[in-house]
C-alpha cells in the first residue's frame, strides 16, 4: 500500500514563500509520476504541478508557472513544491498524488486527478494580503 504525506503548509503574507513536501511509503516511489493539486473552498481541484518518475520532465499550470518549481528525490521516496512570490488566490490545500509513471502523447495527461492512483490528505496554505 501507497501512502502519502504532505507537510510545509501554513499562512504566509503575500509575496512569501512556502516548500511543501510529500513523503511516499512503498517501493514504487521511482517508477511514479508524480502531482499536486490544489482545492480552495467551493472551488473544483485543479492541476498544480507535475514531475515524471525520473526527474527529467515537470509541468505547470499556467497559475504557477515562473513561481512554483517541483523536483523530487527518488532516494528519499520524497517529492516537493516551491512556491515563491505567493498570491491570496493561491490559499487552498494542497494535495500531492502518486500514478504510474506512463509516457503519454499529450503532456495534458499528468494535469488530469484520475491519471494518479493515491493521494494524500493535503496541507493547508493560506497567503494573507
Known amino acids: 500500500q501507497v501512502q502519502l504525506v504532505e507537510s510545509g503548509g501554513g499562512l504566509v503574507q503575500a509575496g512569501g514563500s512556502l516548500r511543501l513536501s510529500c513523503a511516499v511509503s512503498?517501493?514504487?516511489?521511482?517508477?511514479?509520476?508524480m502531482g499536486w493539486f490544489r482545492q480552495a473552498p467551493g472551488k473544483e481541484r485543479e492541476f498544480v504541478a507535475a514531475?515524471?518518475?525520473?526527474?527529467?520532465?515537470?509541468y505547470y499550470a499556467d497559475s504557477g508557472k515562473g513561481r512554483f518549481t517541483i523536483s523530487r528525490d527518488n532516494a528519499k521516496n520524497t517529492v516537493y513544491l516551491q512556491m515563491n512570490s505567493l498570491k491570496p488566490e493561491d490559499t487552498a490545500v494542497y494535495y500531492c498524488?502518486?500514478?504510474?509513471?506512463?509516457?503519454?502523447?499529450?503532456?495534458?495527461?499528468?494535469?488530469?486527478?484520475?491519471?494518479?492512483?493515491?493521494w494524500g490528505q493535503g496541507t493547508q496554505v493560506t497567503v494573507s494580503s
Open positions: 512503498g517501493r514504487t516511489f521511482s517508477r511514479q509520476a
Open positions: 514531475i515524471t518518475s525520473n526527474g527529467g520532465s515537470t
Open positions: 498524488a502518486a500514478g504510474i509513471q506512463r509516457y503519454p502523447v499529450d503532456n495534458s495527461w499528468y494535469s488530469r486527478p484520475g491519471v494518479y492512483d493515491y
